[in-house]
C-alpha cells in the first residue's frame, strides 16, 4: 500500500477515535441526566426494541437500541453501511465495503421473525477490481422467553442468492472479501439475555455460525469465452470439511465462527446512546482462497501410486504442482484425458472485535439510527491494530 493510502487510513482511524471518544462523553452527560433526573425516562416505560432484523450475515452491524417502533405487526428496516478494511490475502491493500441490507421484521406472540437481503458493492482501491448485486438471503426467527421475554434465542438460516463465483478479466477467482455471497447455506444459532436498568438496558450473547450445505458441481465443460470450466450439473452437499470447517463450490475452505457481544443503552428523550463491542473468534486459522482457477492439465503428465491414485508431483512448464503446508489442488475429471486444476493458498482467518457506538433518534413512525465502528484485528503475522472503519445509517418505518 502506498504511503499516502497509509496516511489516509491513520487519518479515517484517528477520525472515527475521535468521534466514539464523543460518544463517550455525550454518554456521560446523559448518564449525568439520570442520575439529575431530567431528560431520561426508564426503559421498561417506553420499551426497548432490541436488535433491528438480525438476519445472517458478515457485514459488520451495531445492536440498534433504542424505542423503535412500538406496537406494529410488520415494520420495515433499511441500513446503509460503508467500510474501509484490508482487502483478504493482499497483503495492505485496502477494500471499500457499501452495504444497503433491507429487512422485514414481523412480530408474533413472543416471536420476530427477520427476512432481510443486503445489496452490496465492493472496491478493491488497489487493482480496481468491482463487484456490485445482491448478497445472500437470510431469515431469523427469535423466540423469546422469560416473564418480561428477557431472554432471545435467535434461530438463522441463508440461502446462497449472492454470487460466489466472480472472475476478474484475467478469468481469476476473486477472493471470497469480494464476492456477494458465501456459496453455501448457511446457519446462525444464538443466545441473548437483556437486563433493565433505570438508565437503560444491558444486552449480552453470544452465537455460533457456519456453512452446512453447498451446491457442487458434479459435471464440467470448458468455456474458451470465459476461460475456465462452466458448471453443467449441480447436487445438493454436505459444505462440512472437518467438525468445524467448511468449503464453497469455488474450493473456498473456512471455519465456524462464535460470535460474544455485549451493549448498553441509555435510553433518553428522543435520544438513545448505546455502546457496545462484538468479538469474532473463528474456529480454525488456516483456511484456504484460490489462487488459480482452472487449468487444463493433461493426464499423461501425471504419475501414480499402485492403486492408481493420482500423485500430484509434476513440473509442468514453470509451474510445480506439489501440495505443501500452505498450498492445496483441487482436481476434477474434464475428460478422459485431461484434468481441471485449482489451486489454493492459505488465507489466515483472525480473531477481531468490533468497537461501536450508536444512536436513535427517536420517532414514533420513523425512528433513524446511527453507528460508528472501529474493528481491531488481532494479527500476530502483521501486528494488531485497527483495520479501518465502518460508518452506518439506519431507518424503520411500519407498514401495520
Known amino acids: 500500500m502506498s504511503h499516502m493510502k497509509k496516511i489516509l487510513l491513520n487519518r479515517f482511524c484517528f ?13 456521560i452527560l446523559v448518564m449525568d441526566q439520570v442520575r439529575n433526573g431530567t431528560g431520561m425516562r426508564p426503559w421498561a416505560n417506553v420499551g426497548g426494541c432490541g436488535a433491528g432484523g438480525g438476519a445472517v450475515s458478515g457485514a459488520a452491524s451495531a445492536m440498534w437500541l433504542g424505542k423503535g417502533i412500538q406496537g406494529s405487526i410488520l415494520d420495515f428496516e433499511i441500513r446503509s453501511s460503508h467500510s474501509v478494511v484490508h482487502a483478504t490475502g493482499a497483503g495492505m491493500s485496502l477494500l471499500r ?3 444497503i441490507p433491507i429487512t422485514a421484521n414481523l412480530h408474533v406472540s413472543a416471536t420476530d421473525i427477520a427476512l432481510s437481503m443486503p445489496l452490496m458493492w ?8 468491482q463487484t456490485a448485486g445482491w448478497g445472500d438471503l437470510g431469515l431469523t426467527a427469535t423466540p423469546k422467553l422469560g416473564m418480561n421475554g428477557q431472554i432471545s434465542i435467535p434461530v438463522g438460516i441463508s440461502l446462497p442468492t449472492g454470487k460466489s463465483d466472480i472472475h476478474d ?18 446457519f446462525n444459532l444464538g443466545l441473548d439475555h437483556t437486563f433493565d436498568f433505570e438508565f437503560g438496558m444491558l444486552i449480552a450473547g453470544a452465537s455460533y455460525s457456519g456453512n452446512l450445505f453447498y451446491l457442487e458441481t458434479t459435471q464440467r465443460k470448458w468455456d474458451e469465452d470465459l476461460g475456465r470450466t462452466k458448471s453443467t450439473s449441480r447436487k445438493l452437499s454436505i459444505a462440512r470439511t472437518g467438525l468445524f470447517a467448511y468449503q464453497n463450490d469455488m474450493g473456498v475452505e473456512k471455519f465456524d465462527n462464535v460470535d460474544a457481544h455485549a451493549y448498553l443503552g441509555f435510553t433518553g428523550d428522543p435520544i438513545t446512546h448505546s455502546i457496545g463491542f462484538k468479538s469474532s473468534i473463528p474456529l480454525g486459522q488456516d483456511g484456504f482462497e484460490v489462487e488459480i482457477t482452472d487449468t487444463r492439465y493433461s493426464k499423461n503428465d501425471f504419475d501414480y501410486d499402485d492403486d492408481n491414485k493420482l500423485l500430484l ?27 481441471v486444476i485449482r489451486e489454493k493458498k492459505i488465507n489466515k482467518q483472525w480473531v477481531s472485535l468490533d468497537l461501536s457506538y450508536g444512536m436513535e433518534v427517536h420517532n414514533p413512525d420513523y425512528p433513524l439510527f446511527w453507528a460508528i465502528h472501529l474493528p481491531i484485528e ?10 479501518g472503519f465502518t460508518l452506518e445509517v439506519g431507518l424503520k418505518f411500519r407498514a401495520f
Request: aromatic share 12%; hydrophobic share 30%; no cysteine.
Open 313 to 339: 508431483d509434476l513440473v509442468y512448464g514453470d509451474t510445480l504442482l506439489q501440495e505443501t503446508d500452505s498450498t492445496k489442488f483441487d482436481v476434477y475429471d474434464l475428460n478422459d484425458t485431461t484434468y
Open 15 to 27: 477520525i472515527t477515535l475521535v468521534a466514539s471518544v464523543g460518544g463517550l462523553f455525550t454518554i
Open 97 to 99: 465495503t457499501h452495504s
Open 169 to 186: 478479466l484475467d478469468h481469476f477467482l476473486l477472493t471470497s472479501d469480494m464476492q456477494n455471497g458465501s456459496g453455501g447455506f448457511g
Open 378 to 387: 488481532f494479527n500476530t503475522d502483521d501486528g494488531v491494530g485497527f483495520n
Open 122 to 129: 465492493k472496491q478493491k482501491l488497489e487493482g480496481g477490481n
